[in-house]
């Protein structure tokens, strides 16, 4: 896409990978140092400046059918590793680990509950996936962002 730089993540196996599309204009990074062993799954950390401030945005492609609570484990030290930069960030991407199910699935429960530790708001809360037998919730934004966690307690939904 003319104006776009696309940044991409491939996959050591033959499905997954993640990309990005970055606008020319604002500056970015590429982060090497957030922590991105996850197991079975691919991410890529970008900080962007937008409007004179900085933030992180993280894709992760997450492999169905693997260990969720190891996945909690590994993005629980990547979430730990973020909260001390002191920045804000978003957290996006096909995880396949469906949110429709944390009342009923422990590790989805405490998948969750990761995520709320470190004061992060989920922005997706309809099902992302509909087919005729069934709905899931397997895509998904989480983030820190002040303005939107601060939002938390009102009565908007998002998406």
Known sequence: MEGYNFLHS?????????GIYINNSPSYQLRNDIPTT?????????????????CVIGVIYRHPNND???????LSETLHYLGNSKLPFLICGDINI??????TVLSVRNYVKTYNSYNCLELITKPTRII???????DYIYTNLPATV????????FI
Do not use: M, P, Y
């Not at 996850?38 to 900085?54: A, M, P, Q, R």
């Not at 469906?98 to 009342?103: F, H, I, M, R, T």
């Not at 005729?132 to 397997?138: N, R």
């Open 10 to 18: 491939d996959s050591d196996t033959l499905a997954g990978g993640v």
């Open 38 to 54: 996850f197991g079975n799954s691919e991410s890529l950390w970008v900080e962007v400046c937008i409007c004179n401030k900085k």
């Open 68 to 74: 969720i609570q190891s996945f909690t484990h590994n």
């Open 98 to 103: 469906n949110l429709l199910q944390q009342d």
């Open 132 to 138: 005729t037998t069934s709905s899931t919730l397997i």
């Open 150 to 157: 601060n939002t938390r307690n009102s009565n908007k939904r």
